[in-house]
């Protein structure tokens, strides 16, 4: 069965960190890039970082330039994403995703989602 | 960045009535790289539509997708109980990827 599973979410104060791992099974995870995506409660989607399927490539959001970092590990079926100076907007689920293809392509496999939640 | 914006923001409808979603784009989308998702409460989205068109793996076909340019659709043949959800349209060509802010479609 085709699966990604995130861990690593909680509760934390502002201007902390945390770091969030995605673990793939089912597919041959290095074959293909990966995405975060977040989503604040009751809000819509939003494309926080991707990376290729060689770390060769790699993409954030503005909002969260400068402060997170994606990685992978192909040799362990895992994704990363290390979040520095974590504020209150950043409150949300996470969700790992797969890209559909090998290349450019949109996200046909999402985990469940860890959840972020940033407050004092 | 490409801005998606979705229309109408919900869709009363009842079982078995079409549905007819629309996804307008700021500016083009490169190659119509431009997919559809679906979003249940407490659950992850689902790929529904990617490139523009094309169904996903297992996904019915009374879900269709057309358009090209700047104008997107996302229409449903005959609603079923189970379609009852959240659409959100995404495009992927062009980076930073954005999706749209989203239609529900509730029941009548």
């Known amino acids: 069965e085709v699966q990604l599973v995130e861990s690593g979410g909680g509760l934390v104060q502002p201007g902390t960190s945390l770091r969030l791992s995605c673990t793939a099974s089912?597919?041959?995870?290095?074959?293909?890039?990966m995405y975060w995506v977040r989503q604040a409660p009751g809000k819509g989607l939003e494309c926080v970082s991707g990376?290729?399927?060689?770390?060769?490539?790699?993409v954030y959001a503005d909002s969260v330039k400068g402060r997170f970092t994606i990685s992978r590990d192909n040799a362990k079926n895992s994704l990363y994403l290390q979040m520095n100076s974590l504020r209150p907007g950043d409150t949300a689920l996470y969700y790992c995703a797969k890209v559909h293809v090998r290349g450019l392509g949109t996200f046909d496999i999402w985990g469940q989602g860890t959840m972020v939640t940033v407050s004092s | 960045e490409i801005v998606l914006t979705q229309s109408p923001g919900t869709l009363s409808l009842s079982p078995g009535e079409r549905a007819t979603l629309s996804c307008r784009a700021s500016q083009s989308v490169s190659n119509s790289y431009l997919a559809w998702f679906q979003q249940k409460p407490g659950q992850a989205p689902r790929l529904l539509i990617y490139g523009a068109s094309s169904r996903a793996t297992g996904i019915p076909d009374r879900f269709s997708g057309s358009g090209s340019g700047t104008d997107f659709t996302l229409t449903i043949s005959r609603l079923e109980p189970e379609d009852f959800a959240v659409y959100y349209c995404?495009?992927?060509?062009?980076?930073?990827?954005?999706f749209g802010q989203g239609t529900k479609v509730e029941i009548k």
């Open positions: 089912g597919f041959t995870f290095g074959d293909y890039s």
């Open positions: 995404h495009q992927y060509g062009t980076s930073p990827r954005t």
């Open positions: 990376i290729s399927w060689n770390s060769g490539s790699i």
